[in-house]
């Protein structure tokens, strides 16, 4: 009976073992093109933060939407330490879902190990509580600020403040970078067209 028992519990701990290993875990980079309205349309759409060079990146970390940008519309030319505008935040759901918004986005899966999944929620974590960074035109943003989280949980190359912000300007920076590593490494790309209403961004 022992013996039945022992071969029993060693085969439900084998099976367990493998259905975790089978279960991947991924981060999404979601980019969301810049853009302006086409002169047709310039009556009903509205003109965006940043224009065709300008969009946002949100980074999917389990079931979050994460992404950092500015405070109730404030920013700065310069970064500033002691008058903070930038913060990080949690979106409920993926607003282009469907037709909903018919934004041009690009998404990126991203598999990560268990050490950096975790890495991955401590900074969420730690960032949302309070911001690392100002939000500044010549500084942190969007693009710059996931690549520091990448950066952080070991997917990018680290580089100081100064050197994220230069390879990292503006989210197209970012995206080319990663779509070339997604070519290379096989990561799953995800494309989707937007409202012919507006001018998108092109890579």
């Not at 690009?106 to 969420?124: C, D, G, R, Y």
Request: with cysteine.
């Amino acid at each position: 009976m022992l013996f039945r028992l022992f071969f029993f519990f060693l085969f439900c701990f084998s099976t367990a073992a493998i259905s975790l290993a089978g279960d991947s875990l991924v981060v999404k980079l979601h980019f969301v093109y810049g853009s302006k309205p086409r002169r047709a349309f310039k009556s009903v759409e509205k003109s965006y933060f940043g224009g065709i060079h300008g969009g946002h990146v949100y980074m999917e970390i389990g079931h979050d939407l994460f992404s950092f940008g500015r405070r109730k519309g404030q920013w700065h030319i310069f970064s500033h330490k002691r008058r903070v505008v930038g913060c990080y935040r949690l979106d409920s759901n993926l607003v282009w879902c469907g037709d909903t918004g018919r934004l041009k986005i690009t998404s990126i899966t991203i598999p990560v190990t268990a050490v950096q999944m975790q890495q991955f929620k401590s900074l969420e974590q730690q960032y949302l509580k309070a911001s690392p960074y100002d939000y500044a035109f010549f500084g942190m943003r969007c693009a710059a600020a996931a690549y520091d989280v990448l950066s952080s949980a070991g997917i990018c190359r680290k580089r100081s403040r100064a050197g994220i912000i230069a390879k990292n300007f503006y989210p197209k920076r970012l995206r080319l970078k990663l779509l070339k590593r997604a070519e290379k490494e096989h990561w799953q790309v995800e494309r989707r067209e937007g409202r012919p209403s507006r001018r998108w961004e092109k890579d």
